[in-house]
């Protein structure tokens, strides 16, 4: 489960989306029910987002958690 500001990894294509797998995004917003979801935003380092639409809603399937320690090597 994911919370609000966690930083994830991307599993799987977002349909009608061309954000690649493995692009790391962060949760804006999660929204509990039925099949908890989560308003995300993939940030392209220079102030913007990568693709069209400046946030998405996902489910849990399309993410994998994320540390920076995980490039450091730790």
Known sequence: MFKGYD???LTRSIP????PVGTLG???MVFDGD???YEVEFP???GGNLD???THTIGEN???PYSPDEENGQ
Not at 16 to 19: A, D, G, N, Y
């Open 7 to 9: 930083t994830f990894r």
């Open 35 to 37: 099949h908890r979801e």
């Open 26 to 28: 962060v949760v804006l």
């Open 44 to 46: 392209d380092g220079k």
């Open 52 to 54: 069209t639409a400046p």
């Open 62 to 64: 399309f993410m994998e």
């Open 16 to 19: 009608s989306q061309t954000i």
